[in-house]
Structures are given as structure tokens and as C-alpha cells.
């Protein structure tokens, strides 16, 4: 048996997505061994879930934020001669290493994501990630941070990096023309996507729109649309009054899969200058559409990022450095479009699906037969 724990998996953001593309890799491998899957998620609502991934049906239990039933079930499982545990967050390795207690032979997996590895952890997450069979980051600049503050031994280490979702990526294979949602502006659009919470300021969204007066005498038609939800927009909003720009930034929210390649399709360019981007898998489905990005030289932007080819990378909150990277793309949409069709060669090459699928197979394979 093969067993995944996920913070949660029916669920929008980055970790999110990138759980369920495990997910799927661990069931098609599993599959091909006639070896049960079973999935454990600890903040998804309570019972069975069935959700799909590139036409692979992912099963999973959410418990509700239940920590003590959650634990339950994975030592249960574990018990149930279980041969691997991929842990989908950092937060959940202490349950994996709780589970060699019920199975002492058990091979565990950890994945970390960013930021939130970039500082020691409290000492039971920290002395769990020391004690895994493998450790997983997406960036080089994460593996980094867990070796030094985390303590993980480079030979417990593996980068590998998430890839584009397979389902965005037949959706631009296809070519098929949607329609932007309604409330998507006329005129030339910075996109930006994320999840505007309070806690996550340091996405940038705040310097976008500072950003803005120092384009528009210029660019009179240029509009930024937010796509993504959260606690914060409120705040970004007021922002955006206080800038003498609410009329020119657009928030839309509950956008399928199609809508938001429509977004990207429609925008100009891309734009998250956040600090703490442990990969950026919104970097790839605008590169996939063929735009040029603009992104924080923080993290693991920069390995996603070819400054200068594919788009530019600026520091943290220079809303200065922002706006020049953005008039530069603006003023020359022949670079631009350049820029766009390098980013859109470069996640053909590197950052497809079925990539991401073989490395991380292998992984297992070699786990399970080690």
C-alpha cells in the first residue's frame, strides 16, 4: 500500500494543486503495481471524496480539520503492511514519522513547498524532516533553506520542480477560443493571480497597484485585473482609492479552468512580484500561454524565471523597478512577444506533466524497492 497525506487536496492554491498532481502520480503508479492508494486529507470536509486529474479519479478521506482522527487513520493504515507515506506539507511529517511506530519498515517522502522551510521549524517538524527517507522541494533555493535551517542531510535531498496542471495544459494545447469572464476590462491588462490573504502580503499585489500612477499618465488604458480570492481584498481595495486608481484594478474570483486561460490569453503580460514564491506554478500558465512574466528576484522565482528572456524579476516592494519593467514590455510589444514565446518553449521543454509524472515514479520506484 501506498499512502498520501495532504493538508488538502479539493481545494485552490499552489500546495494544493501540487498535492493533487501527486495524488494522481501516486495512483497511476500504484495501479501499474497492483498496489492500493489511500489518500488522507486533514482540512477537506469529512468522508470520501472523488475528484479528478487528467483522467486519473483520485479517492481521498477528509477529516475536518480533526487532527486526532486524522492521525488515527494514517497509523491504521499504516498498519496495513504499507510500504511508502508521501507526506504533502511539512506541517503533516510528524504524523509520517508517528506512522513508523505501526510500521517500521515504512519509507516516508516529505514535500516542502517555500516559505514556509525558509526559517527553522519548531523542533518536532525539524527532527521529522531529518528522519525521512527523502525530502522533496521544488526550488533549489528551498532545498537550500531545508538543508541549512531545517538540518536535512543533502543525501536526504531531491529537487524536484511541480509542473504546469495537466488539465490547464490541454486546455491551451487545444487552441479553443473562450471568451474573458464578464467584468474582464477593454484596453491593455497586467494580470496578477494569487490569494489575496493577510497573511500572504508578500505576494506583491500592493506594489501593482502603487505601481499604477506611475504608469498611467502614459498608458491611460492600462487596467490590472486580480484574479483570486481572500481575506485581503477589502484592504487592496482601499488601497487602490487611496492611489487615485480603483478604476483601472479589476478583482474577479470563482473562475473555472477555462475562464482563467481566457484571462491569460486576453492579458498583456504577468505580474506576481512576490518574496515568497517557493516555485510559481502561475509563472508556468502564463509562460504556457505564451505572455512574458514579471516576478520577485526572491525564492524560487528566479529558477522559473530567465530574467531578461522570459520576462524581468524585480525586488520586493520597488514599485519604481515594477513600473519600469512594465513600461519597457508596454512600450516594445515586439519583446514582449518574444519573451512570451521563449517562456512558452521553455514549459514545453522543462515543465511538463508528464515530466513531473516520470521523475516522481521513479522516486517511488525506487523507494519501494530499496
Same mark, same amino acid.
Request: with cysteine; proline share 6%.
Given at each position: 500500500?501506498?499512502?498520501?497525506?495532504?493538508?488538502?487536496?479539493?481545494?485552490?492554491?499552489?500546495?494544493?494543486?501540487?498535492?493533487?498532481?501527486?495524488?494522481?502520480?501516486?495512483?497511476?503508479?500504484?495501479?501499474?503495481?497492483?498496489?492500493?492508494?489511500?489518500?488522507?486529507?486533514?482540512?477537506?470536509?469529512?468522508?470520501?471524496?472523488?475528484?479528478?486529474?487528467?483522467?486519473?479519479?483520485?479517492?481521498?478521506?477528509?477529516?475536518?480539520?480533526?487532527?486526532?482522527?486524522?492521525?488515527?487513520?494514517?497509523?491504521?493504515?499504516?498498519?496495513?503492511?504499507?510500504?511508502?507515506?508521501?507526506?504533502?506539507?511539512?506541517?503533516?511529517?510528524?504524523?509520517?514519522?508517528?506512522?513508523?511506530?505501526?510500521?517500521?519498515?515504512?519509507?516516508?517522502?516529505?514535500?516542502?513547498?517555500?516559505?514556509?522551510?525558509?526559517?527553522?521549524?519548531?523542533?518536532?517538524?525539524?527532527?521529522?524532516?531529518?528522519?525521512?527517507?527523502?525530502?522533496?522541494?521544488?526550488?533549489?533555493?528551498?532545498?537550500?533553506?531545508?538543508?541549512?535551517?531545517?538540518?536535512?542531510?543533502?543525501?536526504?535531498?531531491?529537487?524536484?520542480?511541480?509542473?504546469?496542471?495537466?488539465?490547464?495544459?490541454?486546455?491551451?494545447?487545444?487552441?479553443?477560443?473562450?471568451?474573458?469572464?464578464?467584468?474582464?476590462?477593454?484596453?491593455?491588462?497586467? =494580470?496578477?493571480?494569487?490569494?489575496?490573504?493577510?497573511?500572504?502580503?508578500?505576494?506583491?499585489?500592493?506594489? =501593482?497597484?502603487?505601481?499604477?500612477?506611475?504608469? =498611467?499618465?502614459?498608458?491611460?488604458?492600462?487596467?490590472?485585473?486580480?484574479?483570486?480570492?481572500?481575506?485581503?481584498?477589502?484592504?487592496?481595495?482601499?488601497?487602490?482609492?487611496?492611489?487615485?486608481?480603483?478604476?483601472?484594478?479589476?478583482?474577479?474570483?470563482?473562475?473555472?479552468?477555462?475562464?482563467?486561460?481566457?484571462?491569460?490569453?486576453?492579458?498583456?503580460?504577468?505580474?506576481?512580484?512576490?518574496?515568497?514564491?517557493?516555485?510559481?506554478?502561475?509563472?508556468?500558465?502564463?509562460?504556457?500561454?505564451?505572455?512574458?512574466?514579471?516576478?520577485?528576484?526572491?525564492?524560487?522565482?528566479?529558477?522559473?524565471?530567465?530574467?531578461?528572456?522570459?520576462?524581468?524579476?524585480?525586488?520586493?516592494?520597488?514599485?519604481?523597478?515594477?513600473?519600469?519593467?512594465?513600461?519597457?514590455?508596454?512600450?516594445?510589444?515586439?519583446?514582449?512577444?518574444?519573451?512570451?514565446?521563449?517562456?512558452?518553449?521553455?514549459?514545453?521543454?522543462?515543465?511538463?506533466?508528464?515530466?513531473?509524472?516520470?521523475?516522481?515514479?521513479?522516486?517511488?520506484?525506487?523507494?519501494?524497492?530499496?
Amino acid at each position: 500500500m501506498l499512502i498520501g497525506l495532504f493538508p488538502e487536496l479539493d481545494a485552490p492554491g499552489g500546495v494544493q494543486r501540487a498535492g493533487r498532481h501527486m495524488a494522481a502520480v501516486m495512483t497511476e503508479f500504484a495501479a501499474s503495481r497492483g498496489m492500493e492508494c489511500r489518500f488522507l486529507s486533514l482540512n477537506d470536509s469529512p468522508g470520501l471524496h472523488r475528484i479528478t486529474v487528467s483522467g486519473r479519479e483520485i479517492v481521498f478521506t477528509g477529516h475536518d480539520r480533526a487532527k486526532g482522527r486524522f492521525a488515527m487513520a494514517a497509523l491504521k493504515a499504516a498498519r496495513r503492511k504499507a510500504k511508502l507515506v508521501l507526506a504533502g506539507h511539512p506541517n503533516l511529517a510528524p504524523v509520517a514519522r508517528l506512522m513508523k511506530f505501526a510500521a517500521p519498515r515504512i519509507k516516508s517522502i516529505i514535500c516542502t513547498h517555500g516559505v514556509e522551510v525558509w526559517e527553522p521549524l519548531p523542533r518536532m517538524r525539524r527532527q521529522a524532516l531529518q528522519k525521512a527517507s527523502l525530502v522533496l522541494a521544488p526550488s533549489h533555493y528551498t532545498a537550500d533553506h531545508v538543508k541549512a535551517d531545517q538540518g536535512v542531510l543533502a543525501g536526504r535531498m531531491r529537487v524536484l520542480p511541480w509542473a504546469l496542471d495537466p488539465q490547464f495544459e490541454a486546455l491551451v494545447a487545444s487552441g479553443e477560443k473562450t471568451k474573458p469572464p464578464e467584468g474582464f476590462p477593454a484596453g491593455r491588462v497586467i =494580470l496578477t493571480v494569487g490569494r489575496w490573504l493577510t497573511s500572504e502580503r508578500y505576494k506583491g499585489m500592493d506594489t =501593482l497597484i502603487t505601481a499604477l500612477p506611475k504608469l =498611467l499618465p502614459r498608458w491611460p488604458e492600462l487596467h490590472l485585473v486580480a484574479v483570486g480570492e481572500g481575506d485581503d481584498r477589502e484592504w487592496l481595495e482601499h488601497l487602490a482609492e487611496e492611489s487615485g486608481v480603483r478604476r483601472h484594478v479589476h478583482f474577479l474570483s470563482g473562475l473555472s479552468y477555462a475562464q482563467l486561460a481566457a484571462c491569460y490569453a486576453a492579458c498583456e503580460m504577468f505580474a506576481l512580484p512576490s518574496r515568497g514564491e517557493g516555485f510559481g506554478l502561475v509563472y508556468l500558465e502564463a509562460m504556457a500561454c505564451g505572455k512574458p512574466v514579471i516576478g520577485g528576484a526572491h525564492g524560487g522565482a528566479p529558477e522559473v524565471i530567465d530574467d531578461g528572456r522570459t520576462g524581468y524579476l524585480v525586488q520586493y516592494g520597488d514599485a519604481v523597478q515594477l513600473a519600469t519593467s512594465i513600461e519597457t514590455l508596454l512600450a516594445n510589444p515586439e519583446l514582449a512577444r518574444e519573451m512570451g514565446k521563449r517562456g512558452k518553449q521553455r514549459v514545453e521543454n522543462e515543465f511538463r506533466f508528464n515530466a513531473f509524472a516520470k521523475s516522481l515514479k521513479k522516486i517511488l520506484r525506487e523507494l519501494c524497492e530499496s
